[in-house]
C-alpha cells in the first residue's frame, strides 16, 4: 500500500509565505514525476507545479515566479515553497506522484488535500 501525506496548510497573510511537504510511504520501488495541484471552492483543480524525477520543472502561469517545487528523492518527498501569497492562491492543495510500487504496479496516487488560506 501506499500513501501521500501532505502537511504545512493554514492561514497565512497575503504577502507570506508557506511551504508544504507531501512524503510518500508503503511500498515503493520509485516515484517518477510528482506535483502539486489544488482546487478552489467552486473550480475544477488545476495543476500548481509538477518536477520530473530529475528535476525538471512546469509551473502554472498564475504561480511563476512565487512558488518552487523541489523534491527529495531519498525522503519521497515533494515540496512546495509559496510566497507572495494572494487571496486568490487559496484552495485544497493536492500532492500527486506517479509511483512504481515494489511488485512493478504503476500507480497514480494522490494526498488528501491541505487547505491553504490567504486572508488577512
Known amino acids: 500500500q501506499v500513501q501521500l501525506v501532505e502537511s504545512g496548510g493554514g492561514l497565512v497573510q497575503p504577502g507570506g509565505s508557506r511551504r508544504l511537504d507531501c512524503a510518500a510511504s508503503?511500498?515503493?520501488?520509485?516515484?517518477?514525476?510528482m506535483g502539486w495541484y489544488r482546487q478552489a471552492p467552486g473550480k475544477q483543480r488545476e495543476l500548481v507545479a509538477s518536477?520530473?524525477?530529475?528535476?525538471?520543472?512546469n509551473y502554472a502561469d498564475s504561480v511563476k515566479g512565487r512558488f518552487t517545487i523541489s523534491r527529495d528523492n531519498a525522503k519521497k518527498t515533494v515540496y512546495l515553497q509559496m510566497v507572495g501569497l494572494k487571496p486568490e492562491d487559496t484552495a485544497v492543495y493536492y500532492c500527486?506522484?506517479?509511483?512504481?510500487?515494489?511488485?512493478?504496479?504503476?500507480?497514480?496516487?494522490w494526498g488528501q488535500g491541505t487547505q491553504v488560506t490567504v486572508s488577512s
Open positions: 500527486n506522484a506517479y509511483i512504481i510500487t515494489s511488485s512493478f504496479d504503476y500507480l497514480n496516487s
Open positions: 508503503g511500498s515503493i520501488f520509485s516515484i517518477n514525476d
Open positions: 518536477i520530473t524525477r530529475t528535476g525538471s520543472t
